[in-house]
C-alpha cells in the first residue's frame, strides 16, 4: 500500500509539475524518510517518485537542505539511497544552479566520503565525481584540495567522473 501510494504521488507530481511544487518540502522528508525502509518495493517506488518530480517540480538545489539533512541518518542504507539518488539529480541539473549550492554539495558530499560505510562511501565517491563530470574540477576544489582527501579517493572520483564522459580512466 505504501509503495503504490508513493509511486501515486511521485505520477500526480510528474502530471501536476510547477503546481505540486508547493507540497514538496512536505513530501520530501517522507520519501527520504522510506529510504529507510527494509521492502524493496517501497524503495523502488520512492526511487521512481523522486526521479519522477525532479526537473517538473523542483531541482535538487531548491531541496539541498532537506535532502542533506539525510546524509547523517543514522541507517547507512539510507545514506546510500540519498547518495545514489543525489548522483542521478546531478546530472541531470544544469550546471549553472549546481555552481550556485556547490559549496553546501561539497560539505555534504565531504562527510559522505568519509563514512565509516563502505556502501554509502562509494555512493558519496560517484556522486562527487558525476557532480565533478557535470562542473568543473575548479569548483569542487574544497573537495579535490580537500586535507582529508587522500589520493586513492581522488583518483577513484576522477576515473568515475570519465568513465561518465565516455572516457578511459
Wanted: charged letters at 25%; aromatic letters at 6%; glycine letters at 4%.
Amino acid at each position: 500500500v505504501v509503495a503504490s501510494a508513493i509511486r501515486a504521488l511521485g505520477l500526480l507530481g510528474r502530471g501536476l509539475r510547477k503546481d505540486f511544487c508547493m507540497h514538496m518540502p512536505t513530501l520530501l522528508p517522507v520519501f527520504m524518510d522510506n529510504y529507510r525502509n527494509k521492502n524493496r518495493g517501497v524503495v523502488h517506488a520512492v526511487d521512481f517518485a523522486l526521479d519522477s518530480m525532479h526537473l517538473r517540480c523542483y531541482i535538487i538545489t531548491e531541496v539541498l537542505e532537506i535532502v542533506s539533512e539525510f546524509a547523517n541518518s543514522k541507517v547507512p542504507a539510507a545514506r546510500t539511497k540519498m547518495f545514489a539518488y543525489m548522483e542521478r539529480a546531478v546530472m541531470q541539473t544544469a550546471p549553472k544552479s549546481l555552481r550556485k549550492v556547490s559549496k553546501q554539495l561539497c560539505l555534504m558530499l565531504l562527510k559522505g566520503i568519509d563514512d565509516k560505510t563502505p556502501d554509502a562511501r562509494d555512493a558519496a565517491l560517484q556522486t562527487t565525481g558525476a557532480l565533478l563530470h557535470v562542473l568543473e574540477e575548479d569548483d569542487l576544489s574544497e573537495i579535490m584540495e580537500n586535507p582529508k582527501m587522500d589520493k586513492f579517493k581522488a583518483k577513484r572520483i576522477r576515473s568515475y567522473a570519465a568513465e561518465l564522459a565516455g572516457e578511459a580512466p
